[in-house]
């Protein structure tokens, strides 16, 4: 719920600035207070008047406006909030946010508010992925900016990819999250999650047999105590949960920048099943079968992720939670690892296919510290991530 709560929704100028109209109308059935902002851009896309209709009161637009000024200064506006949110975030407002430009409103008051801001941002396919705006977008998140979505899906424009802004619920949950009271408020807590495909040519690629279900839990069970999650996630089945940042990768490699570009964070927690061997100079085209033989793939080491960041001289996490996938000897090699790669506490489980667990529900580990190892009974996955979290919480208390 978000009684009490008081949202500064900035609408900018995008095809789905529709789905902000239905955003404030949900926002505002859970409680909070509404005070819309609308860019002179969103003006082409919904009406001033059924923005403030739906938010029962005055809506915001001119940077100039002595009216406003006089009875509530821009500081002002951007200040009495508790959270920021712009949907949609289009790429120029975020290269704006990037930038630090204040020539309207809406990006004065991104400039001049104290409270936290997170976006929604929704563009063409091709925008998004421009190196401009992901260059932007790496920068805000850098700046401690919240960001939901966008999705992928049929777009405005006809094409199809990431850039459709998250739906109104979803970024209600969001909001949710990030305004929930718990003993992770104020903590930013990095997840990876799921397996990584590393490509042998453009439609062939190695995976593993990770879901990705045991991260998905852990991301919302640190998201439920009030933590901001940064979740990095390769191709999983499972969808990420609600109310994290979500970061979609391929690749180890792409895997290890992501979480670099995620840095600082006060805990990181590696439940990726990473590959530890990329193909050695992956084909660009289709390999084609030939009457010379079989092909040879040679492989590379990839890098890994949880070692580097554990081992950083500076800006090491303060708390670094892996995990330990293995067949035999479970606890003896468990432990082996938490040494050789230098993180602080190490949860074994048993991958065997006879345990179901690799793709199952249930999780059967034991966590070790520098105090030793402790069994945690068979349980779901999300009381296994639940259990964690509280320890987690405890630790960074
Ligand atoms: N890990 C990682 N990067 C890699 C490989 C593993 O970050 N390239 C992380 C995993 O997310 C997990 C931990 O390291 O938290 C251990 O993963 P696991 O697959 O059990 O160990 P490996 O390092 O792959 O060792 P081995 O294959 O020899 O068991």
């Known amino acids: 719920m978000l009684a009490g709560?008081?949202?500064?929704?900035?609408?900018g100028g995008g095809i789905a600035a529709f789905k902000s109209l239905d955003l404030i109308r949900r926002l505002r059935e859970r409680g909070a207070e509404v005070t819309p902002v609308l860019t002179r851009a969103g003006t082409e896309f919904v009406t001033p008047l059924s923005v403030s209709a739906l938010a029962g009161k005055k809506v915001f637009r001119d940077l100039f406006d002595l009216g406003d000024e006089a009875e509530m200064g821009h500081i002002q506006l951007s200040r009495v909030a508790d959270l920021v949110v712009v949907a949609p975030a289009t790429a120029d407002l975020m290269a704006k946010m990037a930038q630090g430009h204040a020539d309207d409103l809406a990006s004065t008051l991104l400039l001049a508010t104290d409270t936290p801001v997170m976006i929604a941002p929704a563009m063409n396919v091709r925008m998004w992925d421009h190196a401009a705006t992901q260059r932007n977008l790496a920068v805000l998140r850098g700046d401690g900016i919240s960001v939901v979505g966008p999705n992928e899906?049929?777009?405005?424009?006809?094409?199809?990819?990431?850039?459709r802004m998250a739906e109104p619920l979803e970024i209600v949950v969001a909001v949710e999250t990030r305004l929930a009271d718990g003993p992770l408020k104020g903590k930013r807590i990095l997840v990876t999650s799921g397996p990584t495909h590393?490509?042998?040519?453009?439609?062939?690629?190695?995976?593993?047999?990770?879901?990705?279900?045991?991260?998905?839990a852990i991301g919302q069970a640190l998201a439920a105590l009030g933590a901001?999650?940064?979740?990095?996630?390769?191709?999983?089945?499972?969808?990420?949960?609600?109310?994290?940042?979500?970061?979609?990768?391929?690749?180890?490699?792409?895997?290890?920048?992501?979480?670099?570009?995620?840095l600082p964070v006060d805990a990181g927690v590696f439940a990726a099943a990473v590959a530890d061997w990329?193909?050695?100079?992956?084909?660009?085209?289709?390999l084609k079968k030939s009457k010379d033989g079989l092909p040879t793939l040679r492989f590379a080491e990839n890098p890994d992720i949880l070692k580097t960041v554990s081992q950083m001289s500076e800006g090491r996490p303060g708390l670094v939670v892996g995990f330990a996938?293995?067949?035999?000897?479970?606890?003896?090699?468990?432990?082996?690892?938490?040494?050789?790669?230098g993180c602080d506490w190490i949860l074994a489980n048993d991958v065997s296919p006879e345990t179901g667990i690799m793709g199952g529900s249930e999780?059967?580990?034991?966590?070790?510290?520098?105090?030793?190892?402790?069994?945690?009974?068979?349980?779901?996955?999300?009381?296994?991530?639940?259990?964690l979290a509280a320890r987690i919480a405890a630790a960074l208390e």
């Open 363 to 387: 999780n059967a580990v034991t966590l070790i510290t520098a105090d030793g190892p402790e069994d945690w009974p068979r349980m779901g996955k999300q009381a296994v991530a639940d259990k």
């Open 153 to 163: 899906g049929d777009m405005a424009c006809g094409e199809f990819g990431p850039g």
């Open 5 to 11: 709560k008081h949202i500064l929704l900035i609408i």
């Open 278 to 286: 990329r193909v050695e100079g992956a084909s660009a085209e289709k």
């Open 198 to 216: 590393e490509p042998i040519d453009p439609v062939r690629y190695i995976a593993n047999r990770s879901s990705g279900a045991q991260g998905a």
């Open 228 to 262: 901001e999650v940064i979740f990095v996630t390769g191709p999983a089945d499972v969808p990420p949960p609600a109310g994290v940042q979500v970061v979609r990768v391929q690749t180890a490699d792409d895997m290890l920048r992501a979480v670099q570009d995620a």
């Open 325 to 341: 996938a293995e067949t035999q000897d479970v606890l003896a090699h468990a432990a082996a690892k938490r040494t050789r790669k």
